[in-house]
């Protein structure tokens, strides 16, 4: 195996790539990135795969001789990362496991496994392939993705779960605190698949990064089978297994109507919330909210005994009568910065049911979060 690329260009494959090696691999081989080498498509393919999540990048190359070699991904990735930016060569050696590579700072030589070992990602040829929008998919995933749990031991929870409806495609994400919907309008013209499945949390934030660092509005390429699904972005390709499991009936969950509706700036009511997140982190990271109709406006405010306490208020329009309720200030937080309207709105019945937030316009998000008891 003999190719030469740029040192930027092997940098941000080698780092898009080595986000699916297992920290702690079970088999050496799964701690290493499988290179294939194609001198007559002139390429170079990188896999990184731990047996749930796997990630394959193709990119141009002038490649001299194919091949296909594992290397280790933290150290092959450290060298790289260090080189000057410029070209760089990598050349097997005779036995065809070590690595030289070569640029304008000097040469370091490494070793690595065969490929003979390497797992094969897993085949998703079962169900039909279709077309999602990039802007549509990051849309659904901005807006639900923070809202997952990271507990392990409640294992659906710890993804999205996407529920196609004729031409909609919903995303879905509950920790059992707060929960965040997306409706999202395919534009591609190809109609929506049947889909209702969960995937993982951590895929989806690397399917996230790659449409983000993908220059193409090319539609993704999504296919799916009963155990797994694959997102094709063309030069990318992103495999992971789906979560098993039934995902709760979160429409359930939605309040159908509402006593109290508060209308806010949302950047000011960002600001206001992180300045008071400040003493709400000694107290349990609790803000409450004041609503108060006759003076249109609602008070933050925060009681930190033996540390302060403090308080703001922000103009707002205001139907129902006055309440006080209390929520983590951090899951505010998450799902206001989710929102990309000017202005957000809030619908709540009492101080121990659920409130939903949800941007004022076209966006159709909904962001349903639980009150915390006030103790007096």
């Known amino acids: 195996m003999k190719f030469v690329c740029s040192q930027s260009e092997l940098n941000n494959q080698l780092s898009s790539v080595s986000r699916a090696v297992a920290s702690r691999p079970s088999r050496p081989v799964l701690g290493n990135i499988l290179v294939t080498a194609d001198a007559g498509q002139q390429t170079v393919t990188l896999v990184g795969f ?57 040469r370091y030589e490494v070793r690595g496994l065969s490929a003979e070992d390497y797992p094969s990602l897993p085949a ?67 109609p929506t698949p049947q889909m209702d499945v969960t995937v993982p949390a951590k895929a989806l934030r690397e399917l996230e990064r790659m449409i ?30 789906l979560l098993e499991g039934q995902y709760p009936n979160y429409r359930q969950l939605l309040p159908k109507q509402f006593a109290r509706q508060i209308t806010v700036d ?33 008070a933050l405010s925060v009681e930190a005994q033996e540390v302060g306490s403090g308080r703001e208020e922000l103009a707002a329009q205001i139907s129902g009568d006055d309440l006080d309720i209390a929520f983590n200030v951090r899951y505010l937080l998450d799902g206001l910065k989710a ?27 909904t962001y349903l979060v639980m009150p915390v008891q006030i103790r007096s």
Do not use: Y
Not at 85 to 102: A, S
Not at 177 to 187: I, K, N, P
Not at 213 to 241: I, M
């Open 50 to 106: 731990d047996e749930v999540l796997g990630i394959e990048s193709c990119f141009p190359a002038q490649v001299e001789a194919s091949g296909v070699l594992t290397l280790p991904a933290k150290l092959w990735g450290d060298i790289v990362s260090r080189l000057p930016n410029d070209d760089v060569r990598l050349e097997t050696d005779t036995d065809g496991t070590t690595v030289t590579i070569t640029s304008a700072s000097g």
């Open 266 to 298: 949302r950047d000011g009511l960002i600001k206001s919330l992180e300045r008071i997140a400040v003493l709400a982190s000694q107290k349990n990271d609790i803000v409450k909210l004041s609503l108060d109709a006759a003076q249109q406006c609602v």
């Open 339 to 365: 929102f990309d309207s000017s202005q957000v709105q809030m619908q709540c019945n009492a101080a121990t049911s659920p409130a939903v937030l949800s941007p004022l316009g076209e966006a159709k998000i």
């Open 124 to 190: 998703v040829e079962e169900g039909d392939t279709v077309a999602l929008s990039a802007e549509s998919l990051l849309h659904g995933l901005e807006g639900s993705l923070f809202a997952t749990s990271g507990d392990e031991t409640k294992q659906v929870l710890t993804g999205v779960h996407l529920l196609s409806d004729a031409d909609c495609l919903e995303f879905a994400a509950t920790d059992g605190h707060r929960l965040a919907v997306v409706q999202t309008v395919d534009e591609t013209g190809t």
């Open 212 to 241: 983000k660092g993908h220059p193409s509005n090319e539609p993704v390429q999504v296919r799916l089978d009963e155990t797994q699904v694959l997102f094709d972005l063309g030069n990318q390709k992103l495999t992971t297994r």
